[in-house]
C-alpha cells in the first residue's frame, strides 16, 4: 500500500526527504509530489480527491507558516493525514505548529513536532502495519536498532577522569 | 459594490455580525454564508472562484482555531480576503490569528486583530472608498463620531474629590 | 478491531467521553481505561506492552500540562498511538500540546488540537477504514453530515433587516 | 494610482524593498518614505494627512518592535493601510506582530506575515485592481506563474533511487 | 508639579484610577484625560507637546491591545512618560506589554506590570521625589506601611491545627 | 527536621495551604511566613540567612508575577529551596514560571509546575526522605494510596451503554 | 546628579556599555557596577540602601533571566530604578522581560525594550531633567538629531530604476 | 552518597557535562547513563526502580523537546529527581522546560532553567549537604568563589574615559 508525501514548497524538501528514506526503508512505495494549498489549489483539491482511488494508506503533508497543506487534504479525503509543521525563519515554526494541529471538529490531521518528516513516516509505517504484519516486525526491528543505539551511545558520555577537580566550571 | 461576509462556522456568528452591522449602516451591500475550508471544500472553492464575477470589493472571512477559510478563499481569487481571528477557549486565538496572519510569499490576507470583525469592515469600506467618493466621505463622517466620542468620554473619569485619602489603595 | 481510550485522570473524562461517544457512533468497540503514566507507571506500561495482542488498531491517550501518557504509551507499542492535549486550568494546554506533540524521533504521537477527542476517535475510524471498506463508508456517511449541517446553519446567520441603521455599533 | 511605502528606520529597507519591486513589476507607481512614527511623528502626521490628496490608493508601512507606524498612518487617514510586521533580533517579530495587528475599534490595519513585504504589495495590488480591471489581468497572469513554478518545482523533489535502503537514518 | 494620567479610552479607568488614587494620596495634582492615540491623535499630539510647558513632572499612559498610546506621547515629549499594558481579553495583555515595552533606539517609555496603575504613580511619585523631599519622605512613609501590612498578614496563613492527618488532599 | 514554607503575600495562601497539608500528613514540622522580597526585603533576608541554623531541611517559597522570593532566599543560603510559581491572573502564571526557573548558573531553584504547591511539599518530603528511611517509607506509603485511587477512578469512566447512536455528537 | 549603572554579571556589559555612552554624552556622571542579586546580594543591598545618600537621579539596572536584579534593588530604595531585560540565549529575553516588568503592587521598576540599555539612559537623562532644565535643552538637541538622522537616511532607499521589471521577484 | 546523572540521547552530553563536572569538583560520585524514555522504556523503568537501592541521594536528567525522562523517572521512585530542560532547536527549549516542569499532582520533578545542568548539579548537592555537614562547608566556599568572581569583573566594565563625547551613539 503506497504513502503519497506531499509538501506546499520545493524548499520544504530539505525537511521531508526524511519522511521519504524511511518509507524506503521499510520497503515502502511513496510517491512525492509539490502541491501548494494557496497557489496550487485546485491541484491539490484534485490530488486530495483521488486519494482513497489511488490506494494510499496515509498522506504526509508538509508546510510552514500558515500551513493549510495538511488540513486542506483532509477535508477532500477520509485517507489518514499526517502533518509535518517545517520549521518557520522567524516564529520557529510555532505558526506552522499551531496552523496544523488546531483542526476543528470533524476533520483530523495527525500532527508530528515541527521539523519530524521521519517521525511521520514511521506513523504511516505503524498505521500500514495495522493490517499488515510483515510491516510491524519490520517496525519491531527498527524499534531494536532504536534501542541498541541508545545503549551503545553510553560509552560516549564518559564522567571526567577521577581526581579531577572541575577547574573553572565548579 | 457588495461585499461578503463568509465564516466557517455558525457559532462565528456572534463575533461576525459586528461587520455585517458596519457595512449596513454604510449602506454597502452583504452577503452572507456559512463556508467551512474544513466541512464543505468544494462550496467554499466555488464560492470563492465566482466572487470576482458576482462584483464583490472585499471578502470579509471569519474562522478560529487552525483557521483555514481566509486562506482559502485567497488562494482561488484576486478579490482582497481580509481575515478575522476568532478566538479561541483555550488558547485566546493566538493559534487563529498565526494561522490567518503568516500566509506564504504570493497569497496574502489582510488580517485583523483577535475578534475585531467591525475593523475588517471598516476596511472593507476603505477598500471600497478607494474608487467611491461617497463612501470615504461616510467614513470620514464615522471618524468625526469616534472624536467625538472620546471626547465625551472624558467626563466619565473624574478623579477622586479634592482632598481624598486615597485610604486603603495607597 | 477494538480502538483504546485511555486518559491520565479521572477528570480527563469529561473532555474524553467525546472519543468513545464517536466510536460508538461508527460501530467501533472501545476499551476505556484511566491509565496515570505517573501515578501506575507498571500498569500503564503492561497496557501498552499488550495493545498489539489485544489487536487495538489504535490507541487514543489524553493527558494534561506535563502530559507523558501518549508518549510514554508509544514507547511501547507500534500501535498508532494519538494523542489528545487536556485543556489546562493556567497555560489553557499549551503545555499539554507540546508535551504530546513534541516527541523525538522514532517514536511518533499523532496529535489533535488542545481538547479535540473526537478529532482523535474520527482519526481512528480513519486508521481502521484503511482496511475496512465498510468503516469508509461511514466515514463518508459522516462527511455528507457535516456537509449538511454547515449549509443549514446558514439560516442561522442573518444580516439586519434592510435599512438597518447600525447605531451605536457604527 | 500610486501607492506609499513607507518605514520606520532605513535598516528595515532590507525587508521591505520586496514591496517595492512587486509594485514595480505590475507597473504601479510608488513613493518611498522613511518615517518614524516616534522619531519623526510630526512628517508622519503630516505625510499620512496628505495621502489621500496625493491620491495614493493604499499605503504600505513596515516597522519593528513596538510598531506603530501603520497604526498610526491609519489614524490620520481612511486610505488603506497594509502593515509589515518587521523581524526583530530577540523577539522573533512577534512583539512586531501584535503591535500591528491588534488595532483597536475603529482603526483597522491590514496586516500581513511576519516580514512578508511582497504580500503587502500583492494585497495593494488586489486594492487597486478592484477598480482597474487590467490590473486585475495582471494579478492573474502572476498567480498563472505562481502556479506553473510549483508545478516545476515538483521535479527538484526526487525520492532515493528504487531499491534505496534508507542507511542510517532508518 | 502635576502629573498627567491619559488613558485610550473609558474602559480603561477601571484600571487607571488606581494610579489617581495613589497620586492624590501622595498630595500630587493629577490631570486625567482620555486621549486616544488612534482616533483623537491631533489631540493625543496637542497635548503632548504642552506636556513640558504644563509643567508635568511624568505623564502615565494606559492603553491595551496595539498600544500606541504611550510611545506616541513619549514621541512628542521629553516628560518621562510611564506605560501601563492594560490587560486584554484575548491575549491577556501580553499585546498591550509588548506593545508599549519594545520601544526603539531614542524614544523611551518606562513600562510597569500589566495592569498595574498604582505601581505607575508609585514610579511618577519617585520621579518627582528626585527633587521634593518631602516627598521622599512620604513615600518611606509608604514603603514603611507596605511592610507593617506585610507582617500582620502572617497570621492569617496559619498552619492546621496540630494532629491533622491531611485527609484526601495527601 | 522542619521545613519552612514562605509566601510573598497573604494571597499566595489560597494555594500554599496544600504544602502545608501534606507536610502535616507526614508528620513533618512546618514554619509558615509572609515574607516579601520587594516590600520586606531585610526580613526575608534575615530569614534565609538564619535558615541553615534553623535546621530547616528545604524551603516552599511561592510568589508570582516577577516572582523574586524563591531565588532571592536561594541567594542567601544553601538550604534547598523549591520555587512554587503562583498562577496570575492576567499571564496565568507563564510570568511567576520563568521569573522562578530560569536562575543563573550558581544558584539554583527547584521549581514545580504553576501552583502545584502540593508538590513543593513532595519534593521537600524526598529531600527529607533522603537520610530519613521512616519517611521514605510513608512516602511509598503515598505512593501506593495514588495507584489505588487511580485504579478506583476506573469505574468513572463507563462507555456509553452497548448500541448507543451517539446522536447528534458524531 | 549621577546615574548608577549596575548589572548582573560582566557578561552584560556588552549590552549595558550604551548606557553608560549616552550618559557621557549628555554629560551625566556614572557609577558603574557588577552587582549580582543572586551571588552577592549583601553587596546589592548595601548598594542600594546607599543610593540616596548617594545623590543618585536613577539607578539603571540590567539582568538576564530570572532577573531579580532590578526589582530588588528598588526593594530597598526610593530612587527610581530602570530596568534593562538583557537578550537570553535561549528564550530570546522574554525570561527576563516578564521578570523585571511584572512587579507586584508597591515596588515599580521602569522596564525598556529587550537589550535596549541606550533607552535606559535617555529615561534616566528625562527623569533628571524634569528639574534641570539645562539637561531638557541638551534632550531636545538630542531629538532634534535623531529627527535629522532619519530623513537623512531617506536618500538609501531607493526605489528601482523607473521601467524595471521586478523579474523572479514578482 | 553517589548522585545518578541521566539523559535521553548522546547529543544531550554537551549540555549535561557540566553537571559532571561540578559533582566531580564537590567530591560526589556520578554515575552517567545514557537512557531514553522513549527508545529504551523498560531500561530507563529498570533504571528508576533500583535508584533507591543503590543509594542515589538524587537524579539528575536532562531531556529535550517532549522531555519525558525527568518525570518517568521520578514515576519509578522517591529519590528526587532534578530535571533539566535542554534547549531545542526550534522552539528553544520552551517545550522541554514545559514537558518537565508541569507535572501532575503527586509526582514533582525539581526543574531547573533551560541548559542549566550545573544548577542541577549544585541542587543535589544542596540535597546531599542536608545531612552532610562537611558538603555543606564545600558550598559555602563555592558560594564565597563565586561572590569573589563578580567582585573581580567589575573591573572589567569601565566607563569611557572622562570627558568622552558618545558620538554616533547618542
Same mark, same amino acid.
Given at each position: 500500500?503506497?504513502?503519497?508525501?506531499?509538501?506546499?514548497?520545493?524548499?520544504?524538501?530539505?525537511?521531508?526527504?526524511?519522511?521519504?528514506?524511511?518509507?524506503?526503508?521499510?520497503?515502502?512505495?511513496? #510517491?512525492?509530489?509539490?502541491?501548494?494549498?494557496?497557489?496550487?489549489?485546485?491541484?491539490?483539491?484534485?490530488?486530495?480527491?483521488?486519494?482513497?482511488?489511488?490506494? +494510499?494508506? *496515509?498522506?504526509?503533508?508538509?508546510?510552514?507558516?500558515?500551513?493549510?497543506?495538511?488540513?486542506?487534504?483532509?477535508? +477532500?479525503?477520509?485517507?489518514?493525514?499526517?502533518?509535518?509543521?517545517?520549521?518557520?525563519?522567524?516564529?520557529?515554526?510555532? #505558526?506552522?505548529?499551531?496552523?496544523?494541529?488546531?483542526?476543528?471538529?470533524?476533520?483530523?490531521?495527525?500532527?508530528?513536532?515541527?521539523?519530524?518528516?521521519?517521525?511521520?513516516?514511521?506513523?504511516?509505517?505503524?498505521?500500514?502495519?495495522?493490517?499488515?504484519?510483515?510491516?510491524?516486525?519490520?517496525?519491531? #526491528? +527498527?524499534?531494536?536498532?532504536?534501542?541498541?543505539?541508545?545503549?551503545?551511545?553510553?560509552?560516549?558520555?564518559?564522567?571526567?577522569?577521577?581526581?579531577?577537580?572541575?577547574?573553572?566550571? *565548579?
Amino acid at each position: 500500500m503506497p504513502v503519497a508525501v506531499i509538501m506546499g514548497s520545493q524548499s520544504d524538501w530539505a525537511v521531508m526527504h526524511d519522511a521519504v528514506e524511511f518509507l524506503d526503508a521499510m520497503g515502502i512505495a511513496a #510517491d512525492v509530489h509539490v502541491l501548494s494549498a494557496h497557489r496550487t489549489p485546485e491541484r491539490m483539491a484534485e490530488f486530495a480527491r483521488n486519494a482513497e482511488d489511488r490506494g +494510499y494508506g *496515509a498522506i504526509i503533508a508538509g508546510a510552514g507558516g500558515a500551513a493549510h497543506l495538511p488540513g486542506m487534504t483532509a477535508a +477532500y479525503t477520509t485517507v489518514p493525514v499526517i502533518g509535518v509543521p517545517i520549521p518557520t525563519k522567524h516564529l520557529g515554526g510555532m #505558526d506552522s505548529l499551531l496552523s496544523i494541529v488546531q483542526m476543528p471538529g470533524g476533520i483530523p490531521v495527525a500532527t508530528v513536532a515541527v521539523g519530524q518528516a521521519k517521525n511521520a513516516a514511521i506513523l504511516a509505517a505503524e498505521i500500514l502495519a495495522v493490517s499488515d504484519p510483515s510491516l510491524r516486525t519490520k517496525l519491531h #526491528d +527498527y524499534r531494536e536498532r532504536l534501542r541498541t543505539e541508545v545503549q551503545r551511545s553510553e560509552e560516549a558520555v564518559q564522567p571526567p577522569a577521577a581526581g579531577g577537580t572541575g577547574g573553572s566550571n *565548579a
